[in-house]
């Protein structure tokens, strides 16, 4: 199993940006493709955006073209740049393992998550 630490959430004005960084224990296949996850109350969690060892990124179509992930694999961290955040980013954000089936996210290894807040 690996473990997951977010950090970086907070709260902001809408249009603002903020960055959210996780870190993982360590590498194994499961950490081959990691990503994002939201839940916003009364909501199912959903995908917000994925990257593979190889810097291939999926992203959800509300976000495009206003968050961006990354990672660096020698350090075993992985970020998430938002920016143009609105009212509707507001979530809980969890870093995780996991993938992308067909039109389904799925997570294997997850964080604890780290609250966004966009008022």
């Known amino acids: 199993q690996v473990q997951l630490v977010e950090s970086g959430g907070g709260s902001v004005q809408a249009g603002g940006s903020l960055t959210l960084s996780c870190e993982a224990s360590?590498?194994?296949?499961?950490?081959?493709?990691m990503g994002w996850f939201r839940q916003a109350p009364g909501k199912e969690r959903e995908g917000v955006a994925l990257?593979?060892?190889?810097?291939?990124?999926t992203y959800a179509d509300f976000v495009k073209g206003r968050f961006t992930i990354s990672r660096d694999n020698a350090k075993n961290t992985m970020d998430l740049q938002m920016n143009d955040l609105k009212s509707k980013d507001t979530a809980l954000y969890y870093c995780a393992t996991g993938g992308k089936y067909g039109g389904n996210w799925f997570g294997v290894d997850w964080g604890q998550g780290t609250q966004v807040t966009v008022s």
């Open positions: 990257i593979d060892s190889g810097g291939r990124t």
């Open positions: 360590r590498i194994t296949y499961s950490t081959n493709c």
